[in-house]
């Protein structure tokens, strides 16, 4: 556990290194963080910390810099951050969120983010419940079985599922009769909280065919309805940690390309209430210690139905992006509950 004085100097640190972009030494420490130690006390605290591994000292430098696990410390326990008024960010010059077609509202959202962070703006598109219509099992081998899901549009898509047991043609169409009786016209997300409560009163065998189910149908929402939408990538091009690492940046850019990987963390994020913060690397979907994420879930009439955020180096204002994203998704939750 650290005492107060190195809560304070690892604080003053972290805040003098965001703001300015080189190590921090103990004369500069010692004067920023008002208290009043000798260098000698504060190299002794310094080297405390860089033997826990909130700091490093860079091999140019004397002065020490945050690790990931530094950032994640001063995020965790002392950082401070009050939400913007929506008049603060009418200030900035930035028109408002209309209601409007959601992908525009989106496109805005992700712009807006950008704009006021600098860096990226990345937002998930609104997910639509999947409802199906009818949904059939064919049994094309030992564990192999194709689920046919028939939306009520008429769209008919195809999964192939390998299922823990082997089921016979006559259970496969127990199953389905089972289902198209009594889940049908529901979402797959309705459909998968009631199996939670109704699962255990079933045979094991119905049951296991129901699990395959809803897994084929969550496979087709996530591949018909989730698309992310990315701004401001070439932000990073200015940013002074990575302006001299070309290696870094190709590695960026390719993510920015792969956005599958965006989406499941923005996805990740989306299960929990309020801002998330991923430093360094903690994500393990944005695997680069250069890189944070800060991304909050937005919602459309209290349901949440998507994600976004700003990726920007791990030197960020992390009080500043949190405002960012909380005012943002804000918005757009307000924006997109109007159409």
């Known amino acids: 556990m650290l005492d107060d004085r190195a809560k304070l100097l690892l604080k003053t640190l972290v805040e003098r290194y965001i703001a300015e972009g080189q190590p921090v030494g103990s004369r500069t420490l010692s004067r920023a963080s008002g208290l009043d130690l000798s260098a000698a006390t504060i190299r002794n605290v310094m080297a405390d910390l860089e033997e826990l591994g909130l700091i490093a000292s860079p091999h140019t430098s004397a002065g020490r810099v945050p690790t990931p696990k530094g950032y994640r410390l001063f995020v965790d326990t002392m950082l401070t951050a009050r939400p913007l008024s929506l008049d603060e960010l009418a200030a900035t010059g930035r028109e408002p969120l209309m209601p409007d077609q959601p992908r525009r509202v989106i496109t805005n959202a992700a712009q807006m983010l950008s704009s006021l962070s600098h860096f990226v703006g990345v937002v998930t598109a609104p997910r639509k419940p999947t409802v199906f219509r009818h949904i059939e099992f064919l049994r094309l081998g030992e564990r192999r079985i194709l689920v046919i899901l028939v939306a009520p549009d008429g769209d008919v898509q195809n999964r192939v599922v390998i299922t823990a047991h082997d089921h016979s043609q006559a259970e496969l169409v127990e199953a389905s009769n089972m289902l198209n009786t009594h889940y049908s016209g529901l979402s797959i997300e309705a459909m998968r909280e009631r199996l939670k409560s109704e699962v255990d009163q079933l045979r094991g065998d119905i049951a296991s065919l129901m699990q395959a189910a809803v897994q084929a149908g969550g496979e087709v929402a996530a591949e018909s309805t989730e698309q992310i939408i990315v701004s401001g990538e070439r932000n990073l091009l200015t940013v002074q940690d990575f302006s001299n690492d070309l290696t870094s940046l190709r590695r960026m850019f390719e993510l ?20 998330q913060i991923y430093i360094g690397g903690e994500s393990q979907v944005v695997p680069f210690e250069e890189l944070s994420v800060v991304s909050a879930p937005y919602q459309i009439n209290g349901q949440i139905v998507g994600t976004l955020g700003v990726i920007g180096p791990t030197r960020m204002a992390y009080d500043r992006m949190i405002e960012i994203v909380d005012i943002t998704s804000r918005l757009v939750s307000n924006a997109l509950s109007q159409n």
């Not at 920015?256 to 801002?275: C, I, N, P, W, Y």
């Open 256 to 275: 920015f390309e792969q956005k599958t990987q965006l989406m499941r963390l923005l996805d990740t994020s989306s299960q929990a209430e309020g801002v």
